[in-house]
């Protein structure tokens, strides 16, 4: 896998975890409940380990990640 | 007063008291009178150590008391502390890497050393050592308010009409952080860290399992506090139509989904802008540490949730309480047996504790470092820096108590709220630049002040049915009457349209942008790496 490749996997598992929490509009309602939690809290506690595992996967992409930087000048290079 | 109670928690309260100031003899390598002895423990603090650190710094007042408060209290966007703490750890995992390679690469201690290395501003790297220290005290505020609320329901202090006798308890407890931090420093409070953890562990773990299950269970807790917010809004419709009180409710409306959002994401970009965070996350042994605990992590957020969720436990288990902060304290009184409630009460005393000391003393440190050694003796001895920051680290307490007097104390998250609209400001700064050396640091300047002045005003201008000023840490987007929005992010887009503005204009002027100590590769770099520190050195590097 060629580091821009590896990099922009990065960004695209990252992504969610970030935008999905903050956009409230989807989950601020109250059905379906579960176990007695209204949708708006479980929704938000499922968030939790959801971002764990896509940040988990984001870091082992990045531990395998070749090294010393192959080019100083491409673009990815600024995520690293 | 209960005895029993009593008894464990001043049982407990002097085991780590002592504990403390053991720490100050124990492992001592050299004198505690120079800064590195006094202000990194004498380092030496591995990977395990750290990240115990950067989790305790999450289970404070904050979570225990002032979130908490938030839903007893029936305000719609206080649950926002849980977004906010899942969105907080990708944004570790992009950036802060680079901010460990370039500091290690370059003896940086503090985000203000990155930034004066790498836009050769003086100005600009003072301008965000003051406003690392100024945010630090509303937060310092909001530990001090947790401490005094538990000693309150402890039945320690009165109800007496002298300011003074009513804020005993809050004199106390400033009085023994103070003395602790003077005399110890940091090795105290990353000793104690381990106590308090477990401490802290042990009592969320039954409370938010044993506590529940006493009362009826989640969906019973839920159903009745629908039904009390409900009861609220009717009897109290005509306040409510007048704007004298707020009406409950346990999720944002759509008018409330912006603040919601914006007071997660602005949490969550301010979080690591603090002296004590960015202390902690330089302290790790390499980079990729930081990536591995951004993604361990997240446990943390789990049991913060459900702590959050103990404000409606509180309502659901009938307690009535006049300052909603009372209302945990108060819950494990009522449901705990007393000597488990003694237990519960020292672990967020402690819990308080130890971070108001950790944050006191990385707030000294960026005095010392970045304003008495930059300004006022270029070529200080150990003992007149160690001095300097434990006055400092005084000063900054008193800064803390000044806040808890002026403004109410009915919702200490507005104190750490205030604290974010200040430390965004310094965002463009340093997270720009470990991008980027597009931006000028003039423009970065200009960015900062109309940030922190906007921001300031705002605040200053949000009245609360207890205060006029500084009353909450929302107000309604310009251009709109309805929706409301977080301060800091607003402030925040205004410092960056000053920067995005700014920039292209002085460049074109030919304003000199200032030498980059900095190269692409330091950026990168890991441990093992040529010229790559393995630990920071407080006094080399950039003296």
Do not use: C
Not at chain 2, 452 to 461: D, F, I, N, P
Request: a neutral charge.
């Amino acid at each position: 896998m060629s580091s821009s490749t590896r990099w922009t996997i990065v960004v695209v598992l990252l992504l969610p975890a970030i935008v999905l929490p903050l956009l409230v509009g989807i989950y601020a309602r109250s059905e379906p409940d579960l176990w007695g939690f209204p949708f708006f809290f479980w929704f938000q506690f499922l968030l939790i380990p959801v971002a764990a595992l896509l940040t988990t996967a984001a870091y082992q992409l990045t531990k395998s990640d070749p090294r010393p930087p192959e080019n100083e000048n491409d673009p990815v290079e600024t995520l690293r | 007063m209960n005895g029993v109670a009593f008894g464990v928690f001043i049982f407990l309260f002097l085991l780590v008291t002592v504990l403390g100031f053991a720490a100050a003899r124990w492992r001592r390598a050299k004198d505690l009178n120079s800064l590195d002895e006094w202000g990194l423990g004498g380092r030496g603090f591995g990977t395990f150590i750290a990240w115990f650190l950067i989790g305790g710094d999450i289970y404070t007042a904050y979570t225990f008391i002032a979130v908490p408060a938030t839903l007893y209290a029936g305000s719609a966007v206080g649950f926002f502390a849980v977004p906010y703490t899942i969105v907080v750890y990708p944004i570790i995992f992009l950036f802060l890497p680079r901010l460990w390679s370039v500091s290690h690469r370059h003896g940086y201690v503090t985000p203000a050393d990155f930034v004066e290395g790498r836009y050769e501003s003086r100005p600009l790297a003072t301008a965000v050592a003051l406003t690392g220290i100024l945010a630090t005290m509303p937060y310092i505020a909001l530990q001090l308010v947790g401490m005094q609320v538990v000693l309150q329901v402890m039945g320690i202090g009165s109800d007496s009409d002298s300011w003074y006798v009513k804020d005993l308890p809050l004199f106390i407890a400033f009085a023994v952080l103070a003395a602790y931090t003077y005399s110890s420093g940091l090795r105290a409070p990353a000793l104690i860290a381990f106590v308090k953890d477990t401490l802290i562990y042990l009592v969320i773990i039954v409370a938010v399992i044993y506590i529940p299950h006493q009362i009826g269970g989640w969906g019973h807790i839920f159903d009745t506090v629908e039904q009390s917010f409900s009861d609220f809004n009717t009897q109290n419709a005509d306040a409510i139509a007048a704007g004298q009180a707020s009406p409950k409710a346990t999720m944002p409306s759509d008018l409330l989904h912006h603040a919601y959002w914006t007071l997660a994401l602005g949490s969550a970009l301010a979080l690591f802008m603090y002296p004590h965070s960015v202390t902690g996350v330089l302290s790790t042994r390499s980079r990729s540490v930081i990536r591995r605990n951004a993604s361990l992590l997240p446990a943390y957020s789990f049991l913060l949730g459900l702590l959050a969720l103990l404000g409606f436990v509180a309502v659901a288990a009938g307690v009535k309480v006049t300052n909603p902060q009372q209302s945990v304290p108060q819950l494990f009184e009522d449901q705990f047996p007393a000597w488990f409630a003694g237990v519960a009460y020292a672990a967020i005393v402690i819990g308080a504790l130890v971070p108001a000391a950790i944050m006191s003393i990385a707030a000294a440190n960026l005095w010392t470092r970045n304003i008495y050694r930059a300004f006022i003796n270029r070529a200080p001895t150990h003992e007149q820096e160690a001095r300097q920051s434990k006055v400092v680290s005084l000063l900054v307490k008193f800064g803390a108590l000044v806040f808890v007097l002026a403004l109410s104390k009915d919702f200490a998250i507005n104190l750490q709220l205030l604290g974010g609209v200040w430390i965004l400001q310094t965002l463009p700064a340093i997270v720009g630049g470990l991008y980027t050396r597009w931006f000028h640091r003039w423009a970065l300047f200009a960015g900062w002040a109309a940030g922190m002045a906007w921001g300031t005003w705002l605040a200053y201008g949000v009245k609360s049915p207890t205060q006029d000023h500084f009353g909450g840490p929302l107000v309604n987007l310009p251009w709109s009457d309805t929706t409301k929005v977080y301060i800091a992010v607003l402030a925040f887009a205004l410092n960056v349209i000053v920067v995005l503005v700014l920039t292209p204009i002085l460049r074109a002027a030919g304003v000199a942008t200032g030498a980059d100590q900095t190269r692409p590769s330091d950026y990168t770099a890991d441990a093992g790496d040529v010229d790559v520190q393995p630990e920071l050195d407080p006094e080399g590097a950039t003296r």
